[in-house]
């Protein structure tokens, strides 16, 4: 009995070592997708149910709308402006981001001397709350009294109307963000670079490679799964931009002709001034699907790249 009692224990023992070795990974990354179900999808689902009704802020539930709250969406004009402004001010902050992130991730993986308090100097600007860098860019961006068109008065060149010019505004709110932002995708750039063996420069130096070449036959094929995840955290946070064309000037509502009303504000507006959920929810769910699209080409476009890399080699 005895024996058999000890052959039952090693039995479930070992059972529970196989489950334990099965079932621990899960339960570790568990609180993640726990998480993320409570904040994350359970929201974008229920703002897929609102979307598909009449649905007012104080009324709530009116009743299904089905499809018509997108039919009316996309039959606005303010929405394909809105469009157009979100991808305008998207493409002038994303590009000049990333590639000035690049340039600084690649300066300060080099010997410089006090190289932690270069590190932190770029990190600064994230710091800053983003209304006081709206408020402080605003004001270095007016049209009569503002620090650049004095200056540019100065050197003889005409004022530029930063809040009347679609691009002008655009380029504008494309700076603020890209002097929050840019810092910080250094700092990941440069953890990705210094990931980098160090004996692949070292091959190449003594190969009689110069310093851009280094650069661009190591550094930038080595950083790709870095410059992925950049690009697409840049793509999402660039098309779901609020807080600096919301406060950008005193109205908060895109200027007076949408010079710079985003998709973000467009849906804010149709939610909150004017009270409808159901189309304001039709906005973001439309705005996911570019979100996506827009995804979906990067990863297309870097897949290829990769693959013409790789039978280049």
Request: aromatic share 14%; charged share 15%; hydrophobic share 55%.
């Amino acid at each position: 009995m005895a024996t058999e009692a000890a052959r039952r224990g090693f039995v479930l023992r070992e059972s529970l070592g196989r489950w334990d070795v099965k079932l621990s990974p899960y339960l570790f990354i568990s609180p993640f997708f726990v998480v993320f179900a409570l904040v994350g999808l359970f929201p974008l689902l229920y703002t897929g149910w609102v979307s598909v009704h009449a649905w007012d802020l104080l009324g709530g539930e009116q009743g299904w709308a089905g499809s018509g709250n997108f039919a009316f969406v996309l039959g606005q004009r303010q929405f394909w402006v809105a469009l157009r402004n979100t991808l305008s001010i998207f493409l002038l902050s994303a590009v000049p981001q990333l590639l000035v992130a690049t340039a600084i991730a690649a300066a300060l993986d080099t010997n410089l001397r006090n190289k932690t308090f270069w590190r932190m100097s770029v990190l600064l600007p994230f710091v800053v709350m983003p209304v006081a860098v709206t408020l402080i860019f605003g004001s270095m961006f007016g049209e009569r009294y503002g620090l650049v068109n004095r200056t540019l008065a100065d050197i003889g060149l005409g004022p530029i109307r930063w809040h009347t010019d679609p691009l002008a505004s655009h380029i504008a709110i494309a700076t603020m963000v890209n002097f929050r932002w840019t810092g910080y995708n250094a700092l990941i750039l440069l953890a990705g670079m210094q990931a980098i063996p160090r004996d692949l420069y070292e091959a190449a130096t003594i190969d009689g490679a110069t310093w851009l070449r280094r650069f661009f036959r190591i550094t930038v094929p080595q950083l790709r799964p870095t410059l992925i995840f950049v690009i697409i955290t840049a793509t999402i946070g660039g098309l779901q931009i609020f807080d600096e064309p919301r406060l950008y000037d005193q109205n908060g509502l895109g200027g007076e002709d949408q010079q710079w009303m985003t998709m973000t504000i467009y849906l804010y507006k149709l939610g909150w001034t004017q009270l409808n959920f159901g189309r304001a929810a039709a906005v973001a769910w439309l705005l996911f699907l570019v979100v996506v699209a827009i995804g979906l080409v990067n990863l297309a476009i870097t897949r290829r790249i990769a693959t013409s890399e790789e039978r280049a080699t």
